[in-house]
């Protein structure tokens, strides 16, 4: 699913995404209750959830949350920390060396503006991150965005726009944007 591209809620290609978020919850659920010195059965969830093994140098912290699971792509020596979201549908792709805060969200769908479209479709497109990026605590990343190599989120930014390279980024944007 891409920016110009709608889901049509109930369609079979949304029966097969929900029937895929039944598993990833489950695989997650499972992941983020075993002991944390259990390499060997978190690496097996991990290629569960994942559809493949973590590449070399991956570190992810449980808890550990996917909608989906197969559009997450982790390039080496990736780190992620405790309790962060991937709702990644439409494509998350994080770089090498990329390091995730706790409670970061990244999140590719979502439902348009109109009321009336709204329970009707899903809307969103993929996240791109670029090598050696910092996102902070806390930060929340919305569909359709790409982070720049070397760029930082700080903690509790909400991005929804494109991020430069080699920037810092902070803050919430939440302003009145239209009125119906």
């Known amino acids: 699913m891409s920016d110009d591209r709608l889901l049509r ?12 978020v039944l598993r990833a919850t489950e695989l997650t659920s499972r992941l983020n209750v075993l002991p944390f010195e259990d390499e060997e059965g978190k690496s097996e969830l991990f290629q569960q959830i994942l559809g493949k093994p973590l590449p070399p140098g991956v570190t992810i912290y449980p808890p550990f949350y996917t909608d ?79 982070i720049g190599r070397d760029a930082v989120v700080a903690a509790g930014a909400v991005v929804a726009d494109d991020v430069p390279p080699a920037s810092l980024v902070t803050g919430s944007k939440a302003t009145v944007r239209r009125q119906w």
């Open 9 to 20: 809620i109930h369609s079979a290609e949304f029966q097969s995404m929900a029937e895929r």
């Open 68 to 146: 989906h699971g197969l559009r997450l792509d982790l390039a080496e020596r990736v780190f992620i920390n405790q309790n962060c979201t991937f709702l990644d549908y439409a494509g998350i792709r994080l770089g090498e060396r990329v390091m995730v805060g706790p409670k970061a969200t990244f999140i590719t769908v979502g439902h348009p503006v109109d009321p009336v479209e709204r329970r009707g479709w899903l809307s969103g497109g993929p996240i791109d991150v670029a090598e050696n990026v910092w996102i902070g605590a806390g930060a929340t990343i919305l569909p359709g965005v790409s």
